[in-house]
């Protein structure tokens, strides 16, 4: 179990430009999620993926963000033409299924820092 | 809508000293699930502590207890024996069931906590 990885740490770019964000979950964990958090506040839901299934999108989220998990493995996340508002942490989390519906508890990677400039 | 309040931004405890963190939520659900994460400076978060709502029993973790009151909507945190690691920012949050048709984990805006020497 080598925890929930997220590449890159830090990004900085220019208001308008395009970023990606990568997240690799804990092997075997079905469920994934991406959070945004902004300073002072709690992680703020973006988007569910179940295997390779997003399942749930945030209503506040912009046509801008656009997530992918190809084979349900890895995820990606996309910020079109970035605003000043992006700028935020990015948490990725991931969990194992329950089967019976329970659920587990979300394991966090260190998340991505977004700076728009 | 379900909503998570943490009134306290943030408290301060002497090392050693008992410390509890209040949190409120609003849900019309009869089955949940509720978490404390820590997210220390700069650092991943990671869960504390989990409590079921069909159980009665308050869960416990070492140090770490909570105060469940299901009628009142009430998820408390008691830390006993502060440690300085015990610093950090302290997420209350709220799983609904899957009958509610959502997979998010509806996190509180936090509560600092400083352990002091």
């Known amino acids: 179990d080598t925890g929930v990885s997220q590449d890159p740490r830090h990004k900085i770019t220019k208001r308008g430009q395009n970023v990606t964000f990568r997240c690799d979950p804990i092997s075997e964990h079905n469920r994934l999620y991406w959070y945004r958090q902004t300073l002072g506040q709690g992680p703020e839901f973006l988007t569910y993926?179940?295997?390779?299934?997003?399942?749930?999108k945030s209503r506040l989220l912009s046509d801008r963000f656009s997530a992918e998990r190809p084979k349900g493995s890895f995820s990606t996340l996309e910020i079109q033409r970035t605003e000043q508002g992006d700028s935020a942490m990015y948490l990725c989390?991931?969990?194992?299924?329950?089967?019976?519906?329970?659920?587990?508890?979300?394991?966090f990677g260190n998340g991505t820092r977004l700076t728009v400039t | 809508a379900q909503t998570v309040t943490q009134s306290q931004p943030e408290m301060s405890v002497q090392e050693a000293e008992t410390v509890t963190l209040s949190c409120t939520y609003d849900?019309?659900?009869?089955?949940?699930?509720l978490f404390w994460y820590k997210q220390p400076p700069s650092r991943q978060m990671i869960l504390v502590i989990r409590q079921e709502a069909y159980k009665q029993q308050n869960a416990t973790e070492n140090r770490f207890s909570v105060n469940f009151q299901k009628a009142a909507k009430s998820f408390s945190l008691k830390i006993s024996d502060s440690q300085l690691g015990d610093t950090a920012m302290y997420f209350c949050?709220?799983?609904?069931?899957?009958?509610?048709?959502?997979?998010?984990?509806?996190f509180g805006t936090g509560t600092r906590l400083k352990v002091l020497a």
């Open positions: 949050a709220f799983m609904p069931p899957l009958s509610s048709g959502t997979y998010k984990y509806i």
């Open positions: 993926f179940q295997n390779e299934a997003q399942l749930e």
């Open positions: 849900t019309s659900e009869s089955n949940y699930y």
């Open positions: 989390a991931s969990s194992p299924w329950g089967g019976s519906g329970e659920y587990s508890p979300l394991h």
